[in-house]
């Protein structure tokens, strides 16, 4: 346990990013206080409160204003006060997010040292997954933006917004002192700032007893959201079916996205799990010696979970309609670095 004189204090909204801090508690910030903020309801379900000496979900000013006038203001205020209570007085506190220049972690930066007697203050970034992997710079009107949110203070002096420039999620700004970067990830963040993470799951989290070779096929929209035609996703779906038959594998189980009701990817060898959890949280404490599917940023995820334990392999990708050719090739890369098969 902490003496409480420093806090890390976390805000997460997905189940990687609370891994990520699970991890950065562990291996960068021994000793302090670690609090955990959620602000997105599908994280409630993997968090385990005994890992955390505070922890607690925060509402989302926008999309969950207090009732009557000025219920965003209001929340806003009411926010600080719930994490301010949650990490208590300290003389140091590093506040860890994904991104900086929303309004509902932004005003924490200068609002909670004030609040909570502390003499120092940083700000570290959390590793976002595959949108991690590029620079996001504030467009001119964004960043004047910023500045109409500072008059907040006028009637609410603890709302006292941090402006910045250059990347959107505050890599570049003078609070930001880390970023917490995937292994394997490419990025374009300062090579001054940024931190690598071990494995978010240690291997010994996994189960390692398995007396089949087992396999997960990740499904996802892919006519549905105009990523193939109807023809090339059955080729592809047949393709997927025929190799891993051809590599052996005793047991194949099919996760469906929630986005896709029919199920594009299912094949009747496939055995459909249905979890209660993220499927994140679900790789991360069960163990697979394969996971398949076609441009899932899961495919991304099962490569910090399992390492070089499991193969990873994604199909098609000769038939999927691209937004742009930066967008083929930044994802090319980042699913190249991660050591994942293009099939």
């Given amino acids: 346990m ?7 204090l976390y805000f997460v ?40 000496e505070a922890s607690a979900y925060m509402a989302w000013p926008r999309w969950q204003p207090l009732p009557g006038p000025f219920g965003r203001h209001r929340r806003l205020r009411a926010n600080i006060r719930q994490v301010a209570e949650l990490v208590g007085r300290c003389e140091s506190i590093h506040i860890h997010s994904a991104v900086f220049d929303t309004e509902a972690i932004n005003y924490f ?38 500045y109409l949110r500072k008059l907040r203070r006028l009637v609410a002096p603890e709302l006292d917004y941090w402006c910045f420039a250059g990347d ?22 300062p090579p001054a700032k940024t931190v690598l993470l071990p494995a978010l799951v240690a291997r010994s989290e996994t189960r390692q007893d398995l007396a089949t070779r087992r396999a997960l096929v990740i499904g996802q929209p ?22 891993l038959q051809a590599e052996g594998f005793d047991e194949i189980h099919y996760k469906g ?19 209660s959890e993220a499927l994140e949280a679900y790789m991360s404490h069960t163990a697979y010696d394969c996971v398949v599917g076609v ?11 399992y390492g070089q334990d499991a193969q990873v392999v994604a199909f098609g990708w000769d038939a999927i309609r691209f937004k742009s050719p930066e967008e083929e090739a930044d994802m090319r890369a ?3 670095s991660c050591d994942i098969t293009l099939i």
């Fill in 2 to 8: 902490s003496d409480g004189r420093h806090v890390a």
């Fill in 257 to 275: 996205h929630p986005k896709d009701p029919q199920r594009e990817l299912l094949e009747p060898a496939y055995l459909p799990i249905e979890i």
């Fill in 222 to 243: 892919l006519v549905g959201s105009g990523l193939m035609t109807p023809e090339a996703r059955d080729a592809v779906s047949q393709h997927i079916r025929a190799w």
């Fill in 295 to 305: 441009r899932s940023s899961a495919l991304l995820f099962a490569r910090q979970i």
């Fill in 109 to 146: 930066l200068r609002a909670l040292p004030k609040a909570c007697g502390a003499g120092t203050m940083k700000a570290r970034i959390l590793p976002d997954g595959i949108i991690s992997i590029r620079r996001y710079p504030l467009s001119p009107l964004k960043a004047a933006a910023q």
């Fill in 168 to 189: 959107r999620i505050g890599s570049d700004a003078p609070f930001c002192d880390r970023i917490y970067a995937l292994p394997g990830l490419p990025n374009e963040y």
């Fill in 13 to 52: 909204a997905s189940p990687l990013q609370y891994l990520a801090a699970r991890r950065i508690a562990e291996t960068f910030e021994q000793g302090a206080r670690q609090v955990l903020v959620w602000y997105k309801k599908g994280v409630t379900q993997i968090v385990v409160e005994q890992d955390w």
């Fill in 334 to 336: 980042a699913f190249s």
